[in-house]
């Protein structure tokens, strides 16, 4: 390397290129550090690139990372709209950054800078996208495209003095929008539709946890949970259903004729007009005896079928 370029291999960076920006605890003091670096000429770049290809070199890997974390920073500002902290948008772009040194090739011909743009966009747009929402709005390329295109391209539209109209004053988009969207975009306008409306709602918590008075807050999870197939509840089910049927008959069973057919008749039968079986005075008035007599006879025979239930149960 020429003296000038060991004179700035020395400003830039001493035995450890990261104690030149230290931690500092301040987003605004790492900022003005990092502008501060002095920026390597192309024939800095391509021999530091070629000693980290060729022979591993750390160093020359920070002195690459180093130079291009004023990028990082710059291009971190455009994602500010996205409600997520600064801080972590520049420490993801320079994940994207250090993937790039790593995978940079000097015989390319290409400057580290416009290499470096594409995986520090990657790595802020899947942060952007995992962190954004609790759900994951865009999975498929057409989905991240809209995702980051839609709403700078809702601002151009309201912006334009020639659609400039009631309608477009409205947050929503409308039909003729909506085809040049999809056209500008080259997707279909089924999917501007869909993530219009992603856009536009919310995460919304299934299960809210309870208020300051102690009350459950209402969510979904109160008209979408089908506990009809909670296993504990298929259980009970089963279980029910097996004592109405077989559990009933075998109590039936332990019971003599006459407690059998009172009990089949006042609450097993059931009337064409719908109302149920016989009265204890109608039974009475078939075995001779007073209503008060069925009454007993049936307490009795009820006793015998809950203790018999027990025990099949």
Known sequence: MTNASGSIA??????????????????DAYISAVNRLPMLTLEEEQDYARKLKEHNDLD?????????????VSISRQYLGYGLPHGDLIQE?????????????PNQNVRLVSYAMHWIKAEIHEYILKNWRMVKVATTKAQRKLFFNLRSMKQELKSDAAMADEAMLRDTLTSDQ????????????????????????????????PSDDGEQAFGPIAYLADGAHEPTAMIESRQRDHLATDGIAMALEALDDRSRRIVEERWLKVNDDGSGGMTLHELAAVYGVSAERIRQIEVAAMKKMKKALAEFA
Request: proline share 7%; charged share 20%; net charge positive.
């Open 178 to 209: 909506i085809d040049a969207v999809a056209s500008r975009l080259n997707v279909k306008r089924e999917e501007v539709m869909e993530m219009e409306t992603r856009l536009a709602g919310g995460d919304v918590l299934l299960d809210p946890s």
């Open 93 to 105: 772009g320079n994940v994207g950054l250090m993937k790039a040194v790593k995978r940079f090739d």
């Open 10 to 27: 020395t400003t830039l960076a001493p035995a450890n290129p990261w104690s030149l920006v230290p931690p500092l605890g301040n987003l």
């Open 60 to 72: 020359a890997a920070g002195r690459l990372v180093m130079s291009h974390l004023r990028l990082v």
